[in-house]
């Protein structure tokens, strides 16, 4: 058995059947990608979309392909013919730029709404009002090639574990909210996509039905 399957098979043990293994690919070339295929692996996460499109031709078509990085406008076109799940949405504009290029593609593109969780300065996110306003917008409610299916956010990089519950929490209520204001009827909008190699188990304990798991599964970048 390779370490990549061996450390696949680690983490499917401790993670619950229903949680959605993100395992994130990034900087590893298609072959690194291809052993964890071959391991039983069909979900994979990247954050960069050129990075991304250069991928995907290299793997089987059957690679669920989800996009976790800071997405900017005019790379949509890139990922929007076959991604299965933006989780980055941090803005309305960016929102509407991703329904039209699904739209050119003849796609619905779901998406989870990032929020800011850390406390870092420079992490993306939105934060609770201006989700709530993008919301009430009458200009979302008009965008058809999108779909919002949840939450996704990062907690601060810190050896903490308490402060990163406490962020997974906030990031649980964050969705039992916006679940009952504006989804309360709408089965697809179920995720809540938190947890990295260093605290997924925590994010599991909090509530998380996916996991983006990188360096645990490949080993460390050196970027
Ligand atoms: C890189 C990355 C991950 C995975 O990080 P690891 O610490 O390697 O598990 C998860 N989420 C996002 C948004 C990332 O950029």
New binding site residues.
């Given amino acids: 058995m390779t370490q990549i399957a061996q450390n696949l098979e680690d983490i499917r043990k401790t993670i619950p059947k229903n949680t959605t293994l ?1 395992a ?1 690919s ?1 900087t590893y070339p298609a072959e690194v990608v291809r052993e964890a295929y071959d391991a039983g692996q069909r979900v994979f ?1 990247e ?1 960069k979309a050129q990075e991304l499109s250069r991928k995907q031709p290299l793997l089987p078509v059957d690679v669920e392909w989800h996009f ?2 800071h997405l900017q406008s005019n790379k949509i076109k890139y990922i929007a013919p076959f991604v299965k799940l933006i ?2 949405v941090d803005s309305f504009k960016l929102l509407q730029a991703i329904d039209k290029e699904a739209k050119k593609v003849g796609r619905t593109i779901d998406c989870l709404l990032q929020f800011h969780i850390a406390e870092e300065e420079n992490k993306f996110g939105l934060d609770m009002k201006e989700a709530v306003e993008l919301l009430h917008d009458s200009a979302y409610l008009a965008l058809k090639n999108i779909r919002l299916t949840g939450v996704m956010g ?1 907690a601060t990089f810190t050896e903490d574990l308490a402060q990163v519950r406490k962020e997974f929490i906030r990031l649980r209520q964050i969705f039992e909210r916006l679940k009952t204001d504006f989804f309360p009827n709408d089965g697809h909008f179920k995720e809540i996509s938190m947890g ?3 605290d ?1 188990r925590v994010a599991i304990e909090e509530g998380s039905t996916i996991v ?5 599964i490949f080993g460390r ?1 050196n970027y």
């Fill in positions: 993100v994130v990034k996460g954050n976790i990085g989780h980055s990062m990295m190699s260093d997924y983006r798991i990188g360096s645990a970048r």
